[in-house]
């Protein structure tokens, strides 16, 4: 039981309602009241929280990670994707262990919690060392298993390791296990229907990269002779809760077939910078009912696991491609890194009201960079940064405060990345 006394509350409601000096009262891992100050019930808390004014909201749902790469970061910088992975990033992973690979998930939910992320969508391999790092950290996570078809047999027996996961993690804790088939590039037609096949039988989702780069997206045209999305939809993948990392590269046709499925896109446009992969039509894809969220990829083709620079890149590569200043607003782009994410994967979060997850993220808003205060949803989002989150609560539990980690030593996970890292340089 914690009570939030003095707060300003950016409730990120429909209304899109701020309330000054605002009491939060949590039980229970839910939000029992949340309004203004002067009109909260009686509450007995075991623990007051004054925050002076300071920042709260709803913590940010990262809708695309790959929280093991936290350890290549820095590691191969410059290269298109394709370059970057074959001769660097794949065999790179070649030498990742169980260890290394949870050591390094351990650093990414530390650098996740301490930027307000409540909830991460993950896709990679070595997910027994990704769930015990989430578990241990407390924050949500949707786990994936990559499945690729490389060679005959591979695909099928990596399939069902995601069916066992899917046993093991599923609705336990704060995680839940969708299917993931690689990419189009990387997983052939049959293992696709497979996959889709193996997620109607669980009744579970499917988290993939579609259209990263035009390369793929015209390979695909040329000899498939359709559209990753429509041959997505072909194979029964859209009939599924559907996941689509990047939709960089997407036609008119793909977004309509997207809306009509109910897909998810999940935009990184950093990475897709980085990379120089291009810049996702977000602002038409919206206009034409798509769900749009937001996420970070991995540490290596980022470089940070930051949802407020997201917010940023996102917004503004759509004011400047559509020379619209008014595509993209502040309190739209909010949703777009927090709601519309915990929507997607039922979290019940996203919004501070009664009976929602205690999700919350508080933002020191004592720095210059807070002043004046006309708008705090413009504060937030145009100019808050990771540096300013000063506490961050999932389901009631507060996993980081004041540079401090409920469940991690810093400065040991530091030190295990360092060491791991020092194997990494003999490739
Ligand atoms: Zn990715």
């Given at each position: 039981?914690?009570?939030?006394?003095?707060?300003?509350?950016?409730?990120?409601?429909?209304?899109?309602?701020?309330?000054?000096?605002?009491?939060?009262?949590?039980?229970?891992?839910?939000?029992?009241?949340?309004?203004?100050?002067?009109?909260?019930?009686?509450?007995?808390?075991?623990?007051?929280?004054?925050?002076?004014?300071?920042?709260?909201?709803?913590?940010?749902?990262?809708?695309?990670?790959?929280?093991?790469?936290?350890l290549?970061?820095?590691?191969?910088?410059?290269?298109?994707?394709?370059?970057?992975?074959?001769?660097?990033?794949?065999?790179?992973?070649?030498?990742?262990t169980?260890e290394s690979?949870?050591w390094a998930?351990?650093?990414?939910?530390?650098?996740?919690?301490?930027?307000?992320?409540?909830?991460?969508?993950?896709?990679?391999?070595?997910?027994?060392?990704?769930?015990?790092?989430?578990?241990?950290?407390?924050?949500?996570?949707?786990?994936?298993?990559?499945?690729?078809?490389?060679?005959?047999?591979?695909?099928?027996?990596?399939?069902?390791?995601?069916?066992?996961?899917?046993?093991?993690?599923?609705?336990?804790?704060?995680?839940?296990?969708?299917?993931?088939?690689?990419?189009?590039?990387?997983?052939?037609?049959?293992?696709?229907?497979?996959?889709?096949?193996?997620?109607?039988?669980?009744?579970?989702?499917?988290?993939?990269?579609?259209?990263?780069?035009?390369?793929?997206?015209?390979?695909?045209?040329?000899?498939?002779?359709?559209?990753?999305?429509?041959?997505?939809?072909?194979?029964?993948?859209?009939?599924?809760?559907?996941?689509?990392?990047?939709?960089?590269?997407?036609?008119?046709?793909?977004?309509?077939?997207?809306?009509?499925?109910?897909?998810?896109?999940?935009?990184?446009?950093?990475?897709?910078?980085?990379?120089?992969?291009?810049?996702?039509?977000?602002?038409?894809?919206?206009?034409?009912?798509?769900?749009?969220?937001?996420?970070?990829?991995?540490?290596?083709?980022?470089?940070?696991?930051?949802?407020?620079?997201?917010?940023?890149?996102?917004?503004?590569?759509?004011?400047?491609?559509?020379?619209?200043?008014?595509?993209?607003?502040?309190?739209?782009?909010?949703?777009?890194?927090?709601?519309?994410?915990?929507?997607?994967?039922?979290?019940?979060?996203?919004?501070?009201?009664?009976?929602?997850?205690?999700?919350?993220?508080?933002?020191?808003?004592?720095?210059?960079?807070?002043?004046?205060?006309?708008?705090?949803?413009?504060?937030?989002?145009?100019?808050?940064?990771?540096?300013?989150?000063?506490?961050?609560?999932?389901?009631?539990?507060?996993?980081?405060?004041?540079?401090?980690?409920?469940?991690?030593?810093?400065?040991?996970?530091?030190?295990k990345l360092a060491e791991y890292a020092e194997s990494m340089?003999?490739?």
């Amino acid at each position: 039981m914690v009570e939030i006394r003095h707060a300003t509350l950016i409730t990120n409601n429909d209304r899109d309602e701020v309330i000054r000096d605002a009491t939060i009262q949590v039980k229970d891992g839910k939000i029992a009241y949340a309004g203004q100050g002067k009109a909260a019930p009686e509450f007995a808390p075991e623990r007051v929280i004054d925050a002076h004014g300071n920042i709260i909201m709803p913590g940010f749902v990262n809708m695309h990670t790959h929280v093991p790469m936290n350890l290549f970061r820095s590691y191969a910088d410059d290269l298109d994707l394709m370059t970057w992975l074959n001769t660097r990033i794949f065999p790179a992973e070649d030498k990742l262990t169980e260890e290394s690979a949870y050591w390094a998930s351990m650093a990414a939910m530390c650098e996740l919690s301490a930027a307000g992320v409540i909830a991460f969508n993950e896709m990679y391999f070595f997910v027994d060392s990704i769930a015990r790092a989430a578990q241990q950290s407390g924050l949500r996570g949707v786990l994936s298993r990559a499945v690729v078809t490389p060679a005959p047999g591979v695909g099928e027996r990596m399939l069902e390791e995601s069916k066992e996961l899917f046993e093991k993690y599923n609705g336990k804790g704060r995680l839940k296990v969708f299917l993931s088939p690689h990419a189009q590039y990387t997983v052939n037609n049959g293992m696709l229907e497979q996959i889709a096949e193996a997620a109607k039988t669980l009744g579970t989702g499917v988290h993939m990269h579609v259209s990263e780069t035009r390369g793929e997206h015209e390979t695909c045209l040329k000899e498939q002779g359709m559209t990753p999305i429509e041959l997505c939809q072909k194979v029964g993948l859209l009939d599924v809760p559907f996941y689509a990392a990047h939709c960089v590269w997407i036609g008119e046709h793909d977004m309509e077939l997207m809306a009509e499925y109910n897909a998810t896109v999940l935009s990184c446009p950093k990475s897709n910078l980085k990379l120089a992969s291009g810049i996702a039509p977000l602002t038409e894809m919206m206009q034409k009912g798509v769900r749009v969220t937001l996420g970070t990829d991995g540490a290596a083709s980022n470089n940070k696991l930051s949802m407020w620079e997201e917010m940023t890149y996102a917004s503004f590569l759509q004011k400047g491609t559509t020379y619209d200043p008014k595509t993209m607003p502040a309190a739209q782009t909010l949703k777009l890194a927090t709601r519309y994410g915990a929507e997607a994967l039922g979290l019940n979060s996203g919004v501070v009201e009664a009976g929602k997850n205690a999700d919350l993220v508080m933002v020191n808003t004592n720095g210059v960079r807070y002043t004046p205060d006309y708008d705090e949803i413009s504060l937030a989002v145009y100019a808050g940064s990771d540096a300013d989150v000063c506490m961050t609560m999932v389901g009631g539990d507060i996993i980081y405060e004041d540079g401090k980690f409920a469940f991690a030593d810093l400065d040991e996970v530091k030190m295990k990345l360092a060491e791991y890292a020092e194997s990494m340089k003999k490739i």
